[in-house]
């Protein structure tokens, strides 16, 4: 499984970007994928899984309300909806997956996951 993130960049405060996450799978519907992000001196934090196209979708307190995550099946692909970022949202934005949907869990390490993007890199500037 290859994850490819685009959408990222600088943006400003306030600003609503979605993020795309491309997955080269042949059953990207049975995937469990999660988007995740590190800050510069933090450690990887969760944002949101979705357990597979028929499952649940969990979110990070901190970003519940705020973030959405959704996927298409047809177009094997991810998205992480973003509203009104902050500052404090500046970091690199990764997807994740996992061939074992149910196996993973919000409160679970990075580790559950198999397979990462390279990162997209989001700044947003006050």
């Known amino acids: 499984v290859q994850l490819v993130e685009s959408g990222g960049g600088l943006v400003q405060a306030g600003d609503s970007p979605r993020l795309s996450c491309a997955a080269s799978a042949r059953t990207f519907s049975s995937l469990g994928m999660g988007w995740l992000r590190q800050a510069p001196g933090k450690a990887r934090e969760f944002l949101g899984l979705n357990v597979c196209s028929v499952g649940n979708t969990y979110y990070a307190d901190s970003v519940k309300g705020r973030f959405t995550v959704s996927r298409d099946n047809a177009k094997n692909t991810m998205y992480l909806q973003m509203n009104a970022l902050k500052p404090e949202d500046t970091a690199v934005y990764y997807c994740?997956?996992?061939?074992?949907?149910?196996?993973?869990?919000?409160?679970?390490?990075?580790?559950?996951?198999?397979?990462w993007g390279q990162g997209t890199q989001v700044t947003v500037s006050s």
């Open positions: 994740a997956a996992s061939l074992l949907p149910y196996a993973i869990s919000p409160t679970g390490n990075p580790g559950q996951y198999a397979y």
